[in-house]
């Protein structure tokens, strides 16, 4: 579902000109009993997916916003960076 809407809105994001989009993946207001913002940014599994449904839709750069709330950001840090790989 993520991928189709990304996929939808590459044209328009880079159309506009943006020059890189920001994930962010620590937000403490994004539905976490869904699966959404900080929660998503706690799981490197899904981290690791997000970044690779956003490279597969769009050309431009983008980062991971990655939340402090978790015991090794380093394991989330290295799962993005994968998933940009």
Same mark, same amino acid.
């Given at each position: ?10 044209? @328009? ?6 020059? =890189? ?6 937000? &403490? ?31 431009? &750069? @983008? @980062? =991971?916003?990655?939340? &402090? ?17």
């Amino acid at each position: 579902m993520l991928l189709l809407k990304l996929l939808h809105c590459r044209g @328009f994001m880079q159309k506009a000109g943006a020059d =890189a989009l920001e994930l962010n993946l620590s937000c &403490p207001h994004g539905m976490g009993e869904r699966g959404m913002g900080l929660a998503c940014g706690q799981d490197p599994e899904l981290v690791r997916n997000i970044c690779r449904w956003v490279r597969a839709a769009v050309k431009i &750069p @983008f @980062f =991971a916003k990655l939340t &402090p709330n978790v015991t090794n950001i380093v394991t989330i840090a290295k799962a993005a960076k994968e998933g940009v790989c």
